[in-house]
């Protein structure tokens, strides 16, 4: 096998792993068809509102890890080449966002990006869940959340890059990984475009707290 026809078979097994709409699966174990309540959304998010708390994070993690494990494993068959990394954990983005499965109708893309850019720029991601979890619990808005992650990780990876800090893996300020995160860091915020018009118009879901 050619080496461009390795590189293609790892970039279209990226995408059809993060095809897989775990959320809409989950949802038919549990009896219901996600896309037709709550927001409409195949993510964990909906899951949780339209099946339960627990289905939801366990569609987080599946969506999480299916970003995750192809772009690692592409990281480790091709250690010297972060332009076919980059690729495998774009596909699999892409693949969450745009299915085949579903004629190309998916989800956000957030969780799964996390964990393609887990195996990337690690301390990036975890900069990021730290500030998803802050302003979750400050604003109780998923979608708020997810946009102020996304935006640390842009601004992560470019300090790491423009400061050159130490504690940066060599692949994480890289300029096409940094070029990568905030294609996929502005991507992931026009995804959240109609979240974005319902806050505005104060119509968000919004968690409550648990008295």
């Known amino acids: 096998m050619s080496i461009i026809v390795k590189e293609i078979a790892f970039l279209l097994a990226a995408y059809l792993i993060g095809a897989i709409p775990f959320g809409l699966l989950i949802g038919f174990y549990n009896g219901v068809d996600i896309r037709k309540m709550g927001s409409g959304n195949i993510g964990a998010t909906n899951v949780t509102r339209c099946c339960s708390p627990l289905l939801g994070k366990v569609c987080f993690g599946c969506d999480f890890v299916k970003g995750f494990v192809p772009t690692q494993i592409t990281l480790l068959f091709f250690p010297d080449n972060p332009w076919i ?10 693949g969450h966002m745009f299915p085949c ?7 956000k893309g957030v969780s799964t ?6 195996a990337i720029a690690p301390v990036s991601v975890l900069a990021a869940a730290i500030t998803w979890v802050v302003v979750f619990l400050w604003s109780r808005y ?34 096409p990984t940094v070029i990568f995160c905030t294609v996929l860091g502005v991507l992931a ?15 968000e879901n919004r968690f409550e707290r648990k008295k």
């Not at 990394?85 to 892409?94: E, F, I, K, R, Y």
């Not at 915020?189 to 119509?203: A, C």
């Open 85 to 94: 990394v980059l690729g495998a954990a774009a596909c699999t983005v892409l």
């Open 101 to 107: 499965y579903l004629k190309f109708k998916g989800g």
């Open 113 to 118: 990006a996390g964990g393609a850019m887990l």
């Open 142 to 175: 998923v979608s708020v959340a997810s946009i102020a992650a996304a935006i640390v990780i842009v601004a992560s990876v470019w300090a790491g890059r423009l400061a050159d800090l130490s504690f940066f893996s060599a692949t994480a300020k890289s300029l």
């Open 189 to 203: 915020i026009v995804r959240h475009k109609s979240n974005i018009v319902r806050l505005m118009n104060g119509t």
